[in-house]
Each structure stands twice: as structure tokens, then as C-alpha cells.
């Protein structure tokens, strides 16, 4: 792969000019090592040299997950000698999808992992606490720990979890950043309260953030969750990430916190209607994206699943990319209830406003009607019916509509949302393929 982490500086023009000529040999190159993109290019009548535009690449049709799921080695481009790690995505929206990794793709990796931390500001001085998994598969891990490695800076593998390693390894390391789930900040400042650690004199001072949201879904303010953090620990500045297995390739904000920067020599960006045609600037479209540079299993033209708003106006840093916004939610996740038309994120936020809840899983099923039904699983020390009305009307005022609330014990709800093997916490769960009578 060709790397230029001054282009996202450069104009649009210059970075337009560039994407199309790394387009060009990603294009030549599933045609001539892709059994998937082979097929699908013979199918389409597409002939690889003639694409040559952003707006040619249009005529290639797009590339769903389900495709992965059921041509998943027609998409390998190497032999398998030549793989050195394989990776599964997370499963989100079905079976998981194994992705294999050349040593030039570890590269790129870390490249990409280095360019997002030099986003947020980290230099070779600073020292990161990884508070995620590396192990299980999971390809992001890994990622932070190479890209750190190229950056030159320290770098700690607590993994997730253990408030109380958490803190020791800050006593004993100082780390000066880390890579988080934002919803465990706020189980390490609980930790830190009850155990009398100082934590806002911590040296601590960013988080760069994976998982979870951090700014309204309609905006760049901070969502609940993010502000809850900032409230209590003011000294730390909140960073987001935005990635996925599938694109190898991560969009960070940057100190403007004004959404996440687009790396422009690792990946092209299209943002589609449901008819497949691009939305305008600030519009929501799903994010579908072509790799640059993937050399063991490159994709063109995937459709991610994931709904958002994207931005081209130029940022205060300097740079001229596309920023994307916040995650609206995935397609597949989209709940039309009574009318209208609702994402998680925004049920989400709600929840974590209200001061009541402590913990909570909002379920969607298929009614009887065969409409989608709305259930709130609620740990709380209040039960009563009038909390209940306060929730429902709280939700009426913010998205019109109030979803059914079912109370349990925490140990329950914790049990639910954090399963042998994942990742992250589970917050959503979608039943409409199997139905709660």
C-alpha cells in the first residue's frame, strides 16, 4: 500500500485525485485474485479498467454482509500461506466472519491505529492502557497494541475489566491515555470513589473510546453517557473512534470533537439511501465503504449496515476529509414502532438520563399484530408505578412513543448483556425473528 498521512491535509481535489488512483489498483486487483469479486464483476458486466471515477465505482454493485457469510473464502485474495492472523467480526447482526490478515495488512493496521492516535494528539511520550481485549479474535485489540508500537509510545495490555488492576496499573505505570469502552470510565470512577483514589489528579488525561456512542445522535454535544463522564471527571477529554472489522480502518476525531476524521489512503467512504444513492451533506446513509491497500481480503463497495451523517466541510485542525458523525444505529437494528421510525442509540440515551436506572436492555419483538413491540428490561431500586408512568412520559416528550418496561435484578440484566464471548456490552437485542409471547 502506498501511505500519505500529509494528504488528508491536502485539498479535496488532491484528495479526490489520489483515492481514484488507489481505487484503480484495488479494483485490478480483486479482479484478478477475488473468486467473489470475479463472479460478481462477469455478472455485472463490469470491466475493471473502465472504472477509473468515484462516480464510475457507482456502477459496481454493492457487497452485503450476507455475502460474507456465505461466500466467505471466495473473498480470500492470497494464498493461505501467506495469512498470518484471522480474525471474526463481532457478530452483531449474525454469524460472525472470519477475515484473514497478511503481514502487509498487519502493517496497514498499525498504520491506521497510529495515524488515530496522532489524531487525538498522542505522541511517542505518551504511554496507553489498553483497557480491551487482545485475545478471542478480536482484531481491534491487536490493532491498538501495533499501532502504538509504530507510534514509539508505552504502551500497558490490561485488557477489559478489573477496576482495581485498572487503577494499580495507573499507580505503578502512569499511563497518560487509553483505549476504553466510555461506559467502564464511569465503573473505574465508582471504584475510585469507594477506594479513595484521586482520580482527576490521575495522569490520565485522554480516553479514546470504542463501542459506545459519545455525542447526540443529531449533533456533536455530548450524549448522556459522555456527559456523566465529563461531569465527573472533567480532566479527561473524551475521544471517539469509529471502525469495524470489515474496514480494517478507523475514523478518529480529532481535539475539535467534531466528528470522525476519514484516513483517505486506507479507505473510500459512500454514505447510501435505501435506494442506494448517495444523501446529501448532514443527511443520515449507510455507511459503504471500498478498502485501500487491504492486500489478504479487500472489499469494494460493502454496505456496513450502519446509518449515519457524514460532513465535508473543512475542519479547524487543518485537515479536508470527510468527518462521519455519530452512529445513528445499523440497519438492521431499526425499529418502527407505533409509527415511528427509532434507532437504539437514541433509546440509549434516554436511559442514561434518567437517574433511576442503573442498568438496562431494550428488547424488540414482533407482536401479534406482527408490528414491532418495544421492551425496556429495567434494573432499579424503584419499582413503583408512578416511576414507571416517569419513564413512559419521558420517553413520550423525547420520541413520542412509550415502550413497554420490564423490571429484574441487576445480576440478571449483567448476565444478559455481557455473554461468554462478547466483546462488548450488549445493550440491544433484537427478537423479531423470534418472537416473546
Known amino acids: 500500500m502506498i501511505r500519505n498521512s500529509d494528504i ?45 471515477t468515484l462516480e464510475d465505482l457507482r456502477r459496481i454493485p454493492v457487497t452485503t454482509k450476507q455475502d460474507l457469510q456465505l461466500r466467505n ?18 457478530g452483531t447482526l449474525g454469524d460472525p466472519v472470519t477475515f484473514a490478515l497478511t503481514e502487509s495488512d498487519l502493517d496497514r493496521l498499525a498504520y491506521n491505529e497510529m495515524l488515530s492516535f496522532t489524531t487525538v494528539g498522542c505522541t511517542r511520550d505518551d504511554i496507553i492502557q489498553l483497557m480491551v481485549t487482545l485475545d478471542r479474535r478480536f482484531m481491534a485489540g491487536l490493532a491498538y497494541f501495533l499501532g502504538a508500537r509504530q507510534l ?33 470510565l464511569l465503573k473505574l470512577i465508582d471504584f475510585a470513589e469507594a477506594h479513595a483514589i484521586d482520580y482527576r489528579h490521575s495522569p490520565l488525561r485522554k480516553a479514546i473510546c470504542i463501542g459506545e456512542g459519545l455525542h447526540t445522535p443529531d449533533g456533536f454535544e455530548l450524549g448522556t453517557l459522555a456527559a456523566q463522564i465529563h461531569q465527573r471527571w472533567p480532566e479527561l477529554e473524551l475521544f471517539s473512534t469509529y ?23 486506507l479507505i473510500i467512504v459512500e454514505f447510501l439511501d ?22 489478504g481480503m479487500p472489499l469494494v463497495r460493502f454496505r456496513t449496515g450502519d446509518v449515519c451523517r457524514h460532513y465535508s466541510e473543512p475542519c479547524a485542525c487543518g485537515r479536508h476529509t470527510v468527518r462521519l458523525g455519530s452512529l445513528l444505529g445499523r440497519k438492521g437494528q431499526m425499529i418502527k414502532f407505533k409509527g415511528t421510525t427509532l434507532y437504539p442509540p437514541a433509546l440509549f440515551n434516554i436511559l442514561d438520563n434518567i437517574p433511576d436506572v442503573k442498568n438496562y436492555i431494550v428488547e424488540v419483538f414482533t407482536n401479534a399484530l406482527e408490528t414491532d413491540q418495544v421492551q425496556i428490561r429495567v434494573h432499579s431500586t424503584n419499582r413503583s408505578e408512578m416511576f414507571v408512568k416517569q419513564i413512559k412520559d419521558i420517553f413520550r416528550s423525547k420520541v413520542r412513543v412509550a415502550p413497554d418496561i420490564l423490571f429484574e435484578s441487576t445480576e440478571r440484566i449483567s448476565k444478559d448483556q455481557f455473554p461468554a464471548m462478547s466483546r462488548k456490552p450488549i445493550k440491544f437485542v433484537d427478537r423479531r425473528n423470534n418472537p416473546i409471547h
Open 243 to 265: 471502525a469495524s472489522t470489515e474496514m480494517q480502518t478507523s475514523f478518529t476525531e480529532c481535539a475539535h470533537h467534531c466528528g470522525g476524521h476519514l484516513p483517505p489512503d
Open 73 to 90: 473464502n471466495e473473498f480470500l485474495c492470497v494464498p493461505r500461506h501467506k495469512i498470518i492472523d484471522y480474525v471474526t467480526t463481532s
Open 274 to 295: 435505501d435506494s442506494g444513492q448517495p444523501v446529501a451533506n448532514g443527511e443520515p446513509g449507510e455507511v459503504t465503504i471500498t478498502t485501500l491497500g487491504v492486500e
Open 8 to 52: 488528508q491535509f491536502q485539498s479535496p481535489e488532491a484528495i479526490r485525485a489520489f483515492q481514484e488512483e488507489r481505487m484503480q489498483e484495488t479494483i485490478r486487483y480483486v479482479a484478478g485474485h477475488s473468486e467473489f469479486y470475479r463472479s460478481l464483476f462477469a455478472q455485472a458486466g463490469i470491466v475493471p479498467f473502465e472504472i477509473r
Open 152 to 184: 514509539g509510545c508505552g504502551v500497558t495490555r490490561v485488557g477489559n475489566g478489573i477496576p482495581e488492576l485498572q487503577w494499580d496499573t495507573v499507580r505503578r505505570i502512569a499511563p497518560t491515555a487509553c483505549m476504553v469502552i466510555p461506559s467502564f
